[in-house]
């Protein structure tokens, strides 16, 4: 039977915004994905909420920072309908700087956020995180920063779109737009990386990342720590995960690498040196979909479809705030 809402793709953009759809409306929705919810970019991700620099990109950051604060209500809401605790903590984060000019852009950020971040001076030791190195350059505490277990997030949203009324169609690949378009009177395109081969003229391209999980016997750190690009999520259970490499060359190539692990693995320790002790327990790749202009792309293709892809290295933190953006749009043509 015909649908009100199709929506292509099963990542956290594609589940966040059938579910959310499903809750503030009342249409009729099918989510169809080619292997299973979350087999694309964010299975893969490393599960941060971490609000943008505002000095570097002020719309974004915004967009942001209001979408990561959406997640405690998102995850509790989870929680009660569908009885998965997606391990929303919003532990903090340590970012460790490795240059002055970090240091010096990171006080235009303190100077904007209220009191959710502060600077740390140099070789700063944390009462409650004696683990974490902070070297000559200093670094920033930010209270703001959370993380959740993406695989439950997963499961959760999954099980919630189906609680709320979703037909949820796993290995269900669409090859043709034209074809969903019959069968639905607005069709969402969020397809990640893969988005190209159902809208051609877009400009999403996929971006390898890699990344590790890591095991000690017990947690000895509690907040996220970053250093350049590379992130740390420790857990109550000692599994720390470490994310993540960043090779645009790569294309659609998802093999992990020697060379990467032990970059990443390398960089871990050097920000928390127990690491050395740690085992490496998992290594994967997954391919970030990054819009034109790096740039998040919502867009109107046609007064039928609508695409929601490219949100590259932040499509968790912005999938509420999509979502929102999606349903608003979708409400005003029903
Ligand atoms: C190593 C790594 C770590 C990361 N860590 C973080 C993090 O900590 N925080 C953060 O915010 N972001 C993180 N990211 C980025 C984040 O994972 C992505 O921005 C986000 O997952 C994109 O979600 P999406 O739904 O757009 O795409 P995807 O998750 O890729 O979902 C697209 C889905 O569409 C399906 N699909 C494709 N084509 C078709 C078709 N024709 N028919 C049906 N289904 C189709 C795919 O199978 C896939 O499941 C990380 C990424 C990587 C690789």
Redesign the pocket.
């Known amino acids: 039977m015909k649908k009100d809402v199709a929506i292509?793709?099963?990542?956290?953009?594609?589940l966040m915004t059938a579910w959310q759809l499903a809750q503030r409306t009342n249409l009729s929705i099918a989510l169809?994905?080619?292997?299973e919810?979350?087999?694309?970019?964010?299975?893969?991700?490393?599960?941060?909420?971490?609000p943008y620099s505002f000095s570097r990109s002020q719309g974004v950051a915004e967009v942001q920072r209001q979408s990561i604060q959406k997640y405690p209500t998102i995850a509790e809401e989870l929680r009660v309908l569908t009885g998965i605790d997606c391990g929303y903590t919003r532990a903090g984060r340590i970012h460790v700087f490795t240059s002055d000019g970090q240091r010096d852009n990171a006080h235009k950020d303190v100077e904007c956020s209220d009191g959710w971040q502060k600077m740390l001076p140099a070789f700063h030791k944390f009462d409650g995180e004696p683990e974490v190195v902070i070297g000559e350059f200093g670094g920033l505490q930010c209270d703001l920063t959370a993380f959740v277990k993406i695989t439950l997030l997963i499961e959760a949203l999954k099980k919630a779109c189906q609680l709320a009324g979703v037909e949820v169609c796993e290995q269900?690949?669409?090859?043709d737009l034209v074809e969903i378009c019959a069968q639905a009177e607005q069709v969402v395109v969020?397809?990640?990386?893969?988005t190209q081969?159902?809208i051609p003229d877009c400009e999403v391209r996929p971006v390898k990342?890699?990344?590790l999980k890591l095991k000690l016997p017990k947690q000895i750190f509690t907040r996220m720590v970053r250093q350049n690009e590379v992130?740390l999520v420790p857990y109550a259970d000692g599994t720390v995960l470490v994310?993540?490499t960043s090779e645009p060359e790569a294309g659609f190539d998802i093999t992990p690498t020697a060379e990467a692990r032990n970059v990443l693995f390398g960089k871990a320790c050097q920000m928390v040196p127990a690491l050395a002790q740690a085992e490496v327990v998992d290594h994967w790749?997954?391919?970030?979909?990054r819009g034109g202009k790096r740039q998040p792309l919502i867009k109107r293709i046609d007064g039928q479809t609508l695409m929601?892809?490219g949100?590259?290295?932040?499509?968790?933190?912005?999938?509420p705030s999509v979502a929102d953006a999606v349903v608003q749009d979708i409400s005003s043509i029903f």
């Open positions: 292509v793709g099963g990542g956290i953009i594609g169809f994905e080619r292997e919810c979350g087999a694309g970019a964010t299975g893969a991700a490393i599960g941060g909420l971490i269900t690949p669409i090859t969020a397809t990640g990386c893969w081969a159902l990342g890699q990344a992130y994310g993540s790749a997954g391919l970030r979909p929601a892809a949100h590259h290295k932040i499509g968790l933190c912005l999938a």
